[in-house]
Every structure is written in C-alpha cells, then in structure tokens.
C-alpha cells in the first residue's frame, strides 16, 4: 500500500513529542537517595577506620567500646541461688535449735552443783578450784547480779533455801537480786580480801568455813559464813558451798589484820 508524503509529515497525534524537563523550584535542595542499611553500616565502618587513623596520627587511640557494666560482687553473691538456700538452710536449723532447747531443753540445767557437777566436772573445770576462790566467785556473781550461776554454786536446793532465808527472800534468785541492787561499786565489791590470819585449812570431813565477817567486804552487804568443799571425782578439786550459815549484822568489832 503506498504512504503518501502527507500522511509522513503529519505528526503522531498518540505519542506526541516530550515537553523540556521541569524547573526545581529555586531554594529546594535535590533529592538524596536513602541509603539502605548495609549502605549505612559500611558508611559507619568507614567513620570509625577513619577515627583510628587519625587517632596513630595523633599517637592517641580512641576508647574502645564499653560493654555492659558488671554488677558488684556482693550483689551477685546476694542474688545467687545457692547464697538463698543457704540463708533458708540456716534460718531453718535455728529455729530447730531454739524449738529444741525451748520444748525439751537440757533436763540438769537448773539442778545445783552436786548433782550436775559429778559427771560433768570429772572432764571439765567449771567451779573454783580453792576454798577461798569458791567464795570469791559467789561474791563477784552477786556483784555481778549473774544468774543462775551464782545459786548453783550451792551444792543442793536445800542450801540454796538455807541462803535464801537467812536473807529473807523467797529463794536464792530473788536474794542474789535484793543484795546486788545494794552493791555500790561493782568490781570493788566482787574482789573481797582474805586476811592471813583466816584459817582455811580443810577440817577432817573435808570442808572449809570461811566467814564474811573475817574478810574485808568493800562497798556491798556481807554475805555470812560458808562451809564449802571439793566436789566428789572432779578435775582438779572444784569447790562447791555445801552449807550456809547466818551472821550477825554488823559484824563484831576486830582488829585490822593483813590481807594477801
């Protein structure tokens, strides 16, 4: 089929020719590509190789990255499993312990010298092991205001009650306690003399009697006169009070003689 020139010159009115490029508005920067991420982690990458040399140039080196901060060590031995069951263990065995001692408790605890001493002084030294220091010890117990080893130092209940009554109180605590609320100077009080004139040489059953009006009490009451003597298979002699006599209030007038 033949084209005539007309119908080449004439224009394609479909597709017609493409105008020039539009104008940016002036002011308006372009338009910048975002860069992905992996664009992004090269480009940091980049800054920090840059940063290190620059840091040899300088002869200083940028800090490295700090990690995550530890916790203290006592924090982490406080947070452990194990330290918690170990505090669980322990609150759990004292309270055994004390639910022992308070329901069952020791059956010989509140008994007097000679019915517990027997078999536990043959091994263990817990009295005085001298006349003048069993009575020395009674008396720093009441200076002391120490309970109950001040009553146990009598070697039965009977003895206790002979004690207790010769200061009228209802028993041996309650005298201890009446007597040290009249102590002045504690330590003075508990460090009684003994003169060298004081006989303390055992009598043929074994005792001695030692007598508070003989000795030189400083700053408290007088507590009478003691007859004490060695507790039976005992390690090392240990003296119990095995009586306990009353005395006069004041004691009688003597003379001043020397102490040791």
Not at 14 to 24: K, L, M, S, T, V
Not at 62 to 67: E, F, L, Q, V
Not at 97 to 122: F, I, R, V
Not at 217 to 234: E, H
Request: charged share 25%.
């Amino acid at each position: 089929m033949m084209v005539t020139m007309a119908d080449q010159e004439q224009p394609d009115r479909d597709n017609p020719p493409a105008g020039p490029p539009a104008i940016r508005p002036p002011g308006q920067p372009p338009a910048v590509p975002m860069p992905d991420d992996e664009q992004w982690r090269q480009f940091q990458e980049f800054q920090r190789f840059q940063e290190f040399q620059r840091g040899q140039a300088d002869g200083t080196l940028p800090p490295p990255p700090s990690g995550p901060r530890r916790r203290p060590l006592w924090l982490r031995v406080l947070l452990a499993k194990w330290f918690r069951r170990l505090i669980y263990l322990l609150v759990v065995l004292l309270a055994l312990s004390w639910a022992y001692q308070h329901y069952l408790g020791n059956p010989d605890e509140d008994l007097p010298a000679s019915q517990t001493g027997g078999g536990k002084t043959t091994r263990t030294v817990l009295f005085a092991t001298s006349a003048k220091e069993a009575v020395r010890a009674f008396y720093d117990n009441v200076a002391q205001e120490v309970l109950p080893d001040a009553c146990t130092r009598f070697e039965t209940k009977e003895v206790e009650d002979q004690f207790a009554r010769h200061f009228n109180a209802p028993d041996c605590e309650t005298a201890v306690k009446r007597l040290h609320a009249e102590v002045g100077r504690a330590n003075d009080y508990a460090e009684p003399r003994f003169p060298l004139s004081m006989d303390l040489t055992p009598r043929t059953d074994g005792t001695v009697v030692i007598s508070s009006c003989e000795m030189e009490v400083y700053d408290g009451p007088r507590l009478g006169r003691f007859i004490v003597k060695v507790i039976p298979g005992s390690r090392g002699d240990q003296w119990t009070i095995a009586r306990h006599d009353d005395e006069p209030t004041p004691c009688p007038a003597k003379a001043v003689q020397p102490t040791g």
